[in-house]
């Protein structure tokens, strides 16, 4: 009683509280650990069982301690990122960390990505916003952990730059770095007892050590919560409505200006001015709803669909739901307004336009992929 017990294939003081955390085990699961003198955590129990890697967050502080960890060493780090919320995928402060490590920038989720759009674009976009967070990536892959497309083409990018060292896969939470970790191992090993766990030394943080063929390790770190992500503000069912799961089919909408898109209740458009009606192209998940109006009535016709017409959120969810916040842009090319976590809307040149997305969700204009 009272005494903290350790996971024994991590060492995390195992606690029954967040299911999100590390070390959570759940109640009977640990009861039944006790008994038989052999505790897991939850993590490690399906490591051990099912071969299968679980997402774990960590607190500010402890992933610092990690960052300084993979600081100190002489390793290639590969950054996973997804391509939909990129902004969303943006490790803090890991510039100060990688020192003179070489950065791969590993793209996710290209499945999603119709085959319309240049990859070198996709490429050029991702370098570009690692570049504003002082990361100089020696190269960028695209790939798709889900369909384990080019997964194949990773690892020999990987044993190409790695240059005999030890490889350290870093990302937060919700960007299919642990899709991609299972992908690695089906692909590189096929072995289950392959994989071991271990501490980072003089921390309490887990690790997930692949032997490479030369001895070196290729090391899967816990991921930490990025807040400013949509997918914070919805839950479950919500979730798969705005994130894309399948290939989009891009919808074109001819708008007068003084016209509003809806995405449900999470985003906004609106095509403030311009000369004329245009076609403007929508990138988001197919099933998502998207509702037309006037943008003099947008306002009054949120605050009373919300929750009902204007879904996800959820009725029961609206309240919790941040305020959507308006970001403006007027153009002189052909561009897409990104709304993180969502897609993108491909706009012509010379208009005024706005999205809008909750509070601390990133929105942004780039030239247009296609
Ligand atoms: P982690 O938190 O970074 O470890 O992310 P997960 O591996 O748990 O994945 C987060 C979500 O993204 C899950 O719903 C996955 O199904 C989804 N996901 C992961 N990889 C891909 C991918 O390549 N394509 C698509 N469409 N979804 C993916």
Not at 94 to 118: E, M, T, W
Not at 140 to 148: D, F, M, R
Not at 194 to 202: A, H, K, Q, Y
Not at 277 to 296: P, S
Request: contains cysteine; hydrophobic residues 40%; charged residues 25%.
């Amino acid at each position: 009683d009272g005494e903290v017990v350790h996971c024994i294939g991590c060492g995390a003081a195992v606690q029954t509280i967040d299911k999100n955390m590390i070390g959570y085990t759940p109640e009977s699961a640990l009861k039944k650990g006790l008994e038989n003198g052999e505790v897991y955590c939850q993590r490690c129990f399906r490591l051990r069982h099912y071969n299968e890697i679980a997402p774990v967050s960590l607190s500010d502080d402890d992933f610092l301690k990690l960052l300084t960890k993979i600081a100190s060493t002489d390793s290639l780090i590969v950054y996973v990122v997804d391509i939909f919320d990129v902004n969303g995928s943006m490790i803090p402060g890991l510039h100060r960390f990688v020192g003179d490590n070489p950065v791969l920038l590993v793209g996710n989720k290209l499945d999603v990505l119709p085959a319309s759009l240049k990859k070198n674009k996709v490429k050029d976009w991702l370098r570009q916003r690692a570049n504003a967070a002082g990361i100089r990536p020696i190269d960028v892959e695209l790939i798709s952990a889900k369909t384990n497309f080019d997964i194949d083409r990773l690892l020999d990018q990987i044993e190409k730059y790695r240059k005999g060292k030890d490889v350290y896969v870093v990302g937060v939470t919700n960007v299919g770095k642990s899709t991609l970790i299972n992908s690695i191992v089906r692909q590189s090993t096929g072995i289950k007892e392959l994989i071991t766990t271990s501490r980072f030394p003089g921390t309490t943080l887990d690790r997930i050590d692949i032997p490479l063929d030369d001895g070196k390790l290729l090391v899967d770190t816990p991921g930490i919560i990025q807040p400013e992500q949509m997918a914070h503000h919805l839950v479950g069912k919500e979730l798969k409505l705005v994130t894309p799961q399948k290939t989009i089919k891009p919808k074109v909408y001819q708008l007068n200006p003084e016209q509003t898109l809806f995405f449900g209740g999470v985003a906004r458009f609106d095509y403030n001015s311009g000369d004329k009606k245009h076609g403007f192209t929508v990138y988001a998940e197919n099933n998502l709803y998207i509702h037309r109006t006037k943008l003099v009535n947008a306002d009054a016709f949120y605050a009373s669909h919300v929750g009902n017409l204007l879904t996800p959120p959820s009725e029961e969810n609206k309240t919790n739901f941040p305020p959507l916040e308006m970001h403006e842009f007027k153009t002189t090319r052909k561009s897409d307004v990104v709304i993180e976590g969502l897609g993108w809307v491909t706009v012509p040149a010379d208009v005024v336009v706005s999205g809008w997305a909750p509070k601390g969700v990133s929105v942004l204009i780039r030239p247009a992929m296609i």
